[in-house]
């Protein structure tokens, strides 16, 4: 598998079928769901580094350095930031994983990509980025089923449907109506992980 995909032609037409690229950005009557097959959270799982803020340095900074060929330059960085400092992904780090993703606006915000994911560096740029940030998020990985209310963007890892010769899991998700123009989808949207 090439990453990203291109969507699947169909020698006949079906108008209930849709056939679409990894990753895609789906409108389904006014609610924006963005899809990957690719595994994200679990390679930006094993990239992250998390630092605890310094109560030295005061509330909110860390001391990071940079290595070059000439040494260690120390720098002060306002951490975490603002974006990283919601209170639905403060000590949770699934939550945290996701969010970059939906922070950078990238299904998959990291360069050079996974060494086992063949990935068009051509096409990379061009088609996973999200544009808008989605009602619903579902990024499918081998790390624990959730979901997660992130800033107002419903994020699901269903984990994988099949694992090996047994069944895995799929989510499902219900829509209702919204009662209010507030924009949040989170409110009108529960779902659940299903062991298969």
């Given at each position: 598998m090439i990453y990203p995909t291109p969507a699947f032609q169909l020698t006949k037409h079906y108008?209930?079928?849709l056939c679409a690229p990894d990753p895609c950005v789906v409108d389904i009557q006014g609610l924006i769901v963005g899809i990957t097959s690719v595994d994200v959270l679990l390679n930006i799982g094993k990239e992250e580094i998390?630092?605890?803020?310094?109560p030295e340095l005061g509330s909110g900074s860390q001391?990071?350095?940079?290595?070059s060929r000439d040494g260690w330059f120390?720098?002060?960085?306002?951490?975490?930031?603002a974006w990283f400092q919601s209170s639905s992904t403060k000590?949770?780090?699934?939550?945290r994983l996701a969010s970059h993703v939906l922070a950078?606006?990238?299904f998959y915000p990291l360069y050079p990509p996974e060494e086992s994911l063949?990935?068009?560096?051509?096409?990379?740029?061009k088609h996973t980025h999200l544009g808008v940030t989605p009602h619903v998020l579902i990024l499918p990985s081998d790390l624990r089923?959730?979901?997660?209310?992130?800033n107002g963007c419903v994020v699901v890892n269903p984990e994988r449907l099949a694992k090996g010769v047994v069944g895995g899991s799929f989510a499902r998700l219900v829509v209702n109506p919204p009662t209010s123009s507030d924009g949040n989808c989170a409110k009108i949207i529960s779902g659940e992980v299903i062991k298969i």
């Open positions: 108008p209930n079928v998390s630092l605890p803020c310094s001391t990071l350095g940079l290595v120390p720098y002060i960085l306002s951490w975490p930031p000590g949770d780090r699934l939550g950078q606006q990238y063949n990935v068009d560096l051509e096409l990379l740029e089923s959730f979901i997660k209310d992130i």
